[in-house]
């Protein structure tokens, strides 16, 4: 049974000269048919206050994927006190698995608003981050636990990083092509906050009256509650638009862009740099300092370590807002700069063996990868634009559908691609411990990657290529 909403209501879109109108169909299930954001009397009207429902419940439930899938970056630095006894490479891997996880569950996280509706996708994705917050609060409590156990819990935390694929492609059905930027890019920046708020509540949370031990259970005990209202809040407030479709071939014919594989690759460079750094600071603070006791560096230094992911989420959408200014490629150039300027200032400043020079040095590094994630992104929908306008692809025909569809599944597959610098980053570091003792040699690794993505950048995207219609990416 339906019920179609009479025109008197507001839920219904307004003539316009451009269409007939449509009238908004409601279905059980919180099913919305004849969904036009584009159509501006509707959006006014009705269709703003119904999307920014629906993009506040995602940003909530994407949120706390954030925090399920860098949980093991803060709770790796408290199993040693906990009575754990681990290697530091063991530590590494508890880190790196939930990212490489999460990135893989990207790729059909995508498809799965198309699939199944956007608020129920929401409901199941956010239902799944109870498995590995109640499985972490088991684990933790045992420091017998086998590591191949802690692994695979660790594992299952990558299920919080698929959800930032099928958020992002369920908000941008919700808003016009006007609002689409501002709308995802809140929706990101409140996801990356997850992993600052992971790494600074944690340590909070296990101390409290815990006296000499450490209560670490609480790391995964104290999110069940949120999930348990994002599950409600989905099912609640929510909706499913019937517009939203997998585009399995738009998905095909971005795949054979070579294009997405390069941006994939500066992404990896910016967001990828940004989620490994963010999962390992934490360690890197005590390995770097072991001068501090167990419980000092639990409650002192450690306790800054999520400054790092704050500074990096919050830089995101200025990288975005100079993309739209100066282009996308020129504010990309600048952020490799400074990220490589940032990892040299590491390297120099580490004999010094200064806390707060550390952390000064650091934060440029996350400011910069945090501006690098805004600005890459917001390049993405120019260089398929100019792409079709090399190939002759006009707006409107049937080539430009095509170029819009390619240029919206990239946004998704390069999202995924990228998160795999989450599982490069810790292991590089781990990589250049093993080898040598320390982290010197992976810091220049990634000043050298920096400056090659910096130079391929000025190279492809910021001189004027013919490929590109000449356009300023």
Not at 232 to 252: E, H, I, P, T, V
Not at 269 to 296: E, H, N, R, Y
Not at 368 to 393: E, Q
Request: glycine share 12%; with cysteine; proline share 5%.
């Amino acid at each position: 049974m339906t019920t179609t909403v009479s025109p008197s209501t507001t839920d219904v879109a307004a003539p316009s000269p451009a269409s007939a109108p449509v009238a908004l169909t409601h279905r059980p299930g919180r099913w919305i048919d004849g969904w036009n954001p584009e159509d501006s009397a509707f959006w006014q009207s009705a269709g703003r206050s119904i999307a920014r429902r629906n993009l506040g419940w995602s940003i909530f439930a994407e949120f706390l994927g954030f925090i399920i899938w860098q949980l093991w970056s803060i709770v790796v630095v408290m199993l040693p006190a906990a009575g754990f006894t681990l290697t530091s490479s063991e530590l590494f891997w508890l880190i790196s698995v939930p990212s490489l996880v999460g990135a893989t569950l990207r790729f059909p996280y995508t498809f799965m608003v198309g699939i199944f509706g956007g608020r129920n996708w929401t409901i199941v994705s956010a239902a799944l981050l109870l498995i590995p917050a109640v499985l972490l609060g088991i684990v933790v409590s045992n420091p017998e636990t086998p590591f191949g156990v802690l692994l695979l819990v660790a594992a299952l935390g990558g299920v919080g990083g698929g959800n930032f694929a099928s958020s992002m492609a369920n908000i941008t059905y919700f808003f016009p092509q006007k609002e689409k930027g501002w709308a995802l890019g809140l929706n990101a920046a409140g996801g990356n906050l997850g992993t600052s708020v992971a790494q600074f509540a944690v340590p909070i949370a296990v101390t409290i009256g815990a006296g000499a031990t450490l209560n670490i259970a609480l790391a995964g005990w104290m999110w069940i509650p949120l999930i348990l209202v994002a599950v409600w809040g989905a099912w609640r407030y929510m909706d499913n638009l019937s517009s939203a479709k997998a585009d399995f071939a738009g998905s095909a014919a971005a795949l054979r862009e070579p294009h997405l594989w390069l941006m994939a690759l500066l992404y990896i460079g910016t967001f990828g740099s940004f989620i490994g750094f963010a999962s390992v600071f934490p360690k890197l603070i005590a390995d770097q300092f072991p001068t501090f006791s167990t419980m000092q560096v639990g409650q002192t230094a450690i306790s800054l370590a999520f400054l790092g992911a704050l500074v990096g989420s919050l830089a995101r959408p200025y990288g975005g807002r100079l993309a739209d200014r100066f282009g996308g490629a020129r504010v990309t150039v600048g952020a490799f700069a400074v990220m490589a300027l940032g990892a040299l200032s590491l390297i120099w400043s580490l004999p010094l063996q200064n806390f707060w020079v550390f952390l000064g040095c650091f934060l440029v590094l996350f400011a910069a990868t945090g501006m690098g994630n805004g600005s890459t992104y917001r390049m993405i929908p120019s260089i398929f634009a100019a792409r079709g306008l090399a190939t002759g692809a006009v707006p409107g025909t049937p080539a430009g559908v095509q170029v819009q569809r390619k240029a919206a599944a990239a946004l998704g597959l390069i999202s995924a691609i990228g998160a795999y610098g989450g599982f490069l980053v810790p292991q590089v570091l781990n990589a250049s411990q093993l080898a040598t003792g320390g982290y010197t040699a992976a810091f220049y690794g990634f000043v050298a990657a920096y400056v090659g993505l910096m130079v391929v950048t000025v190279l492809v995207y910021v001189i004027p290529r013919k490929a590109l219609a000449g356009q300023r990416i």
